[in-house]
């Protein structure tokens, strides 16, 4: 009984040494990935700002207006004046398109055919 | 264990035959038994001991040995803890009001040069002094062969030239990571911003640090990674700014001025929507202050904020907003304005003459000093201190950037009465115009005092000091609003926006003592619309003159009126006021019958 027990405690520390070893492999791998997307989430952060600046440098408010100037003739971009502000009364309803008349349908005929 | 008998049998029977005590026999063994007990009791608690002492020895030993590895080994940055969010650049970001990047970081690389580890010293200057032709190649020259082992070559490089300088393949030639700030608008903004340079460096890093504006101000804020990344959000609105910035630049060079600036603030929250000031800069390439010049004329010089001008008549609206205040005068109340006006060895003229009366309500629209100086008088001195302290006009603005402090008010000395006289209209106390666009803002928020920020709010400040009442600050926007509609700035009634204001021209003093005849500050102050106050502008000219006429003119009128105008007619829209019609006081209904 008692070498039984011993045997039995003997082969739970070589599982338990062969787990602990297992896992440590494991945390070492899932901290190398870790730095290693971290590494990249930091590019990917830096070409961000990067693209952020850009996209702030070509909307400089000099280069737009520039733009528009350039390409007048095609866009007629003007500054924005009081003229632009319009009223929701002005807004006109959709045009509502009536069907056009082919011959002239009998609806009471219709009603007592069926 | 075989345990010896306490009696053995043989040597009691052999004592007993001798005559001796059996009895010492079992004394004896009992004493060499309990002897044998206390050796094997003192062999076990010395090996407890000794167990004991291993185990205190190996667990300080871990201890001590963890401090020591602790303290010699070079700091890592916990893996496992870190979120990705704390990966960020090392400044915060500046964006106006609504989120546009008004400054940003850029990762660059700067190189620097460590001449032992160098191959061909000579090509290598030559070819770098190719690629950067404001380097010296037979500088270069002797840096490299001399005595040297470490010096920096350029502080900022592109990826291209980055790439140039790394084709020449020399190893003493290397590269350093270095974080730039940039400021994609160019000058946009610039007296604002300020500007930033490199404080402390190192190969690998380099501190960014604010020279000027806001950058100087929030350095500390912009710097702190307990922010989080958050960005410092400006109450500045990019596309009004432009607008402003351009139709200044025009006006400027339309009327001959060789300075402008304009500010525009939200009369409730005090936020500066936009603040210009003419010549300006690129910060990204923040010019040097030139020693022994006149500060006021470097495009540094931020003539919104540092620049302290008498501001002349824009001052009337307060000298009669208090005089209606204290119930002194009505609008229609008449004042004697016949001309000149002396006091002591002072005399005070109109522009031209009004006549011998005029009511409040026409000194205002009119213009005229001596009404002013009058009305003035009624107040009296002491009152009057208090009304312009309380607007603000004795202390710096207190806007948020490093050069609010220099802005300080010209005060004199003693407030005499001429200075009360001259004061009344704006003349012998100077101020910068964000003083003046903070007390109109403070006019148009119904009299309750307006303190300037370029920080974003979202709601007003609580608590701010009434300084005159509601009513009155109501009757002194009509009256303004006459002054634009058909006094002395008619030029600045913008269709739909209801414009109400004051025109002010103010002769420039002269360094050598008295005032130019043909130099003056042209000032244009007023708030829009004024049937619902929303924002106030303050647009100065410095040394303007109008010449499409024949004869050259200088009043704020003909010069600051117009630009200030078009400001208007340009920035309104972009804030998003919709322009309104006007109840005319002329019209009614018409009957008409057919």
Redesign the interface.
Known sequence: MRSLVLILTGFAVMGLAFWAYRENYRTQAALAETAALQRQIADLREALAIQRAEWAYLNRPERLRDLALLNFPRLGLVPIDADRFGRIDEVAYPRVELPALHGIVDTVALEAGQ | MIRTPLRPLARILSARAKGENPDAIERENRRLRHEEMRDRQRLRAEGRLLILGLFFFGAFTVVGARMGTLAASDPVEP??A?S?AS???QRADIVDRKG??LA????THSLYAQPPLMVDPDRAAAELARIFPDLDAAKLRADFTGSRKFLWIKRRLSPEQMQAVHDIGDPGLLFGPREMR?Y???T?AAHVLGGAGFGREGVSSAEVVGTAGVEKQFDTWLRDPANGGRPLELSLD??VQ??VE?VLAGGMRLMNAKGATAVIMDVRTGEVISLASLPDFDPNARPVPRAGRDPSDSPLFNRAVQGVYELGSTFKAFTIGQALDLGLVAPETLIDTKGPLKWGRFTIRDFRDYGPELTVREVLVKSSNIGTARIATMTGAERQQAFLKALGFFEPTGLEIAEAPTGRPLLPRKWSEIVMLTASYGHGLSASPLHLAAAYATIGNGGVRVVPTILRRTVPPEGGDRVMAAATAATLMSIMRETVARGTATFAD????AVAGKTGTADKPDPRGGYYDDRVIATFAGVFPAHDPAYAIVVTLDEPVETSGTEPRRTAGWTAVPVAAEII??T???LGL??ELEQGTGTGLIRVRN
């Open positions: 893996v496992m870190t990705g990966i960020l650049a546009r990047v940003t970081n850029l990762a940039l994609p608008n160019g946009l990019l596309s432009a607008a351009a913008v269709p739909g926006y007619r340009r309104a829209p972009l919709r322009p």
